[in-house]
């Protein structure tokens, strides 16, 4: 069983900085892990995903050269650093283990969320 908890959420203004954190608990180690998230009326998307050892990466193309995801093995957390935000980032943004790398489609196990909110 895996237990996902973020942080980091808050309210900035646009082209302002938030990290996103995810502490896991269980083993997650040998697993991609991924960010999605979920605006108001919309569907839940994906946003990154990063490989059990870190060293690949994919991002969802509006986020590319702003999001950066990482991992941490060590400390059994993963991040997403969010630089350049913008208005149409606002959303909960929920971590997820086991996503798919090829497909990026959502593993098993999420977080509660935590919430984004970019002002104009």
């Known amino acids: 069983q895996v237990h996902l908890v973020e942080s980091g959420g808050g309210l900035v203004q646009a082209g302002g900085s938030l990290r996103l954190s995810c502490a896991a608990s269980?083993?997650?180690?040998?697993?991609?892990m991924g960010w999605f998230r979920q605006a108001p009326g919309k569907e839940r998307e994906f946003v990154a995903v990063i490989g059990s050892r870190g060293g690949y990466t994919y991002y969802k193309d509006s986020v590319k050269g702003r999001f950066t995801v990482s991992r941490d093995n060590g400390k059994n957390t993963m991040y997403l650093q969010m630089n350049s935000l913008k208005p149409e980032d606002t959303a909960v943004y929920y971590c997820?283990?086991?996503?798919?790398?090829?497909?990026?489609?959502?593993?098993?196990?999420w977080g509660q969320g935590t919430q984004v909110t970019v002002s104009s």
């Open positions: 997820n283990a086991e996503t798919d790398l090829a497909t990026q489609r959502p593993g098993r196990f």
């Open positions: 269980g083993r997650t180690g040998g697993v991609a």
